[in-house]
């Protein structure tokens, strides 16, 4: 059930980046380029997904539970610290580069475009080493941290 | 400031915002989850169990997305090494600043989150300045 509920999700969200124009990099770029011929139509997007976002994310924080019963996972960390700023600083550096964020280029790749295939599979490279990094660097500082 | 009014699509972006925003919240209220794609994507990483059939599945639900529906035709003009670059930064970005424009952008700023406002911030501001070094000083 729960897989159901999140393929569905998924399959609506992909629509809905193909429907906006987010899986095309020149929009996306068009879009980020405000001193060239600027392209709003992302405003929109965001602008689209914030409105029904806002209700059900505030409908989600009443509640205690899924309406299935399960439980709510909501974000609880508030912390703004250097990882934050520097880790979307680099994402955005990216994102401008070649007009790819994570969902549009999964949903391109899977549109059988041969470059958003480059995209991802140097994407989930990036993932990676940011795992095997964290492994190595950070985990020893908590284990350290946590008995001393 | 020139507007590109060729490319500029009010209707249809705003529709396909509203069905990105119909998606998170049937994941968040359905599922109890944050339809944030590199946090689902990433987390496959890092497995734990009950934690990668929902995230598969989410992740089938985006691959499945063209065969309902094309978009329109893609303008990729970044070269291979653009491309290998591009997504090196946004894999070690997105996980390390914790979300990318899905999970930060649209699930943390519908939650009114300042945590998702700084990130989202952030990632606006350098890909502004990113694109205007591609497209006016390279």
């Not at chain 1, 393929?7 to 990099?25: E, K, Q």
């Not at chain 2, 989850?33 to 089938?60: C, D, K, M, N, Q």
Request: aromatic share 10%.
């Amino acid at each position: 059930m729960k897989a159901l509920m999140a393929f569905l999700a998924g399959l609506v969200f992909g629509v809905g980046l193909l429907v906006s124009g987010m899986t095309d990099p020149g929009k996306v770029i068009g879009f980020l380029d405000v001193a060239g011929a600027w392209d709003p139509s992302l405003a929109f997007v965001m602008g689209g997904a914030v409105l029904i976002g806002f209700f059900a994310f505030r409908l989600a924080g009443r509640r205690a539970k899924t309406f299935f019963g399960g439980v709510l996972h909501l974000p609880n960390n508030r912390d703004i610290d250097k990882r934050l700023v520097a880790g979307s600083v680099v994402f955005g550096v990216g994102w401008g580069l070649a007009g790819f964020c994570p969902g549009p280029a999964l949903v391109s790749f899977a549109s059988g475009q041969a470059k958003a295939a480059i995209f991802v599979a140097a994407m989930l490279a990036g993932m990676l080493i940011y795992t095997a990094a964290d492994r190595l660097i950070h985990e020893p500082r908590r284990r350290a941290r946590q008995s001393g | 400031m020139t507007i590109d009014w060729t490319h500029f699509t009010p209707w249809t972006s705003l529709a396909g915002g509203v069905l990105i925003g119909i998606a998170a919240a049937m994941l968040v209220l359905l599922n109890g989850r944050i339809a944030g794609v590199s946090g689902i994507v990433g987390g496959l990483f890092t497995p734990r169990h009950g934690e990668i059939a929902w995230r598969l599945a989410f992740i089938a639900g985006l691959l499945a997305a063209p065969v309902l529906i094309s978009g329109s035709m893609p303008r990729i003009d970044a070269s291979f090494g653009t491309l290998v670059v591009a997504g090196l930064l946004v894999g070690v970005g997105t996980s390390y600043g914790s979300g990318c424009t899905s999970g930060h952008g649209v699930c943390g700023l519908s939650r009114l989150s300042p945590r998702s406002l700084a990130a989202t911030a952030a990632f606006m501001v350098a890909g502004i300045a990113t694109a205007f070094v591609v497209r006016h000083l390279a």
